[in-house]
T-cell receptor, first 111, second 113 residues
Framework: GEDVEQSLFLSVREGDSSVINCTYTDSSSTYLYWYKQEPGAGLQLLTYIFSNMDMKQDQRLTVLLNKKDKHLSLRIADTQTGDSAIYFCAESYLNTDKLIFGTGTRLQVFP | SQTIHQWPATLVQPVGSPLSLECTVEGTSNPNLYWYRQAAGRGLQLLFYSVGIGQISSEVPQNLSASRPQDRQFILSSKKLLLSDSGFYLC????????????FGAGTRLSVL
């Protein structure tokens, strides 16, 4: 069945780069997404990448997609304390409007 | 611009009581609407989605139901809450040519005691 996997925790020092990884199973996914959830809040769409792209950059965020390995990563440059949150990877399910979410990676940024 | 509202933000209910959570979207028409539940320390589970008024698809068997009485209104209900219904409930919408890009509300934290 469909499954999106992420590591549960990541801890980085302020100013360093963070890399959050995700593996997915549905090779027909049209889009892949990264969402951010701050404590007690809803999910904020950070960025998404179309499946025919390998990379997308948006300010401090870089998304890399390896379709062969079904691996997606989110790199945050110059990580700040305000980046501390849970980051969810998601894939579109069988080209429907439904999304399958990973369990989320909790990013902790320390000074 | 589009906005999504969920209320209440927090709710504490006794076991066996009814539930009604409401979600409304502004600034768009004919959106897809979704209800998710996030259990503590876990990812998101899709509960219901709707592509139009009165059209509801249920993703998992459960004690909850959903209704869409108006184009931009989505309601999550239960007749009798269980302890296992506790969690963080999120409503989302998508619209336009990119209906698989979903935008989320702020969520409702439900505690069933």
């Amino acid at each position: 069945g469909e499954d999106v996997e992420q590591s549960l925790f990541l801890s980085v020092r302020e100013g360093d780069s963070s890399v959050i990884n995700c593996t997915y199973t549905d090779s027909s996914s049209t889009y892949l997404y990264w969402y951010k959830q701050e404590p007690g809040a809803g999910l904020q769409l950070l960025t998404y990448i179309f499946s025919n792209m390998d990379m997308k950059q948006d300010q401090r965020l870089t998304v890399l997609l390896n379709k062969k390995d079904k691996h997606l990563s989110l790199r945050i440059a110059d990580t700040q304390t305000g980046d501390s949150a849970i980051y969810f990877c998601a894939e579109s399910y069988l080209n429907t409007d439904k999304l399958i979410f990973g369990t989320g990676t909790r990013l902790q940024v320390f000074p | 611009s589009q906005t999504i509202h969920q209320w209440p933000a927090t709710l504490v209910q006794p076991v066996g009581s009814p539930l009604s959570l409401e979600c409304t979207v502004e600034g768009t028409s004919n959106p897809n609407l979704y209800w998710y539940r996030q259990a503590a320390g876990r990812g998101l589970q899709l509960l219901f989605y709707s592509v139009g008024i009165g059209q509801i698809s249920s993703e998992v068997p459960q004690n909850l139901s959903a209704s869409r009485p108006q184009d931009r209104q989505f309601i999550l209900s239960s007749k009798k809450l269980l302890l296992s219904d506790s969690g963080f409930y999120l409503c989302a919408w998508s619209s336009g040519p990119y209906k698989n890009i979903q935008y989320f509300g702020a969520g409702t934290r439900l505690s069933v005691l």
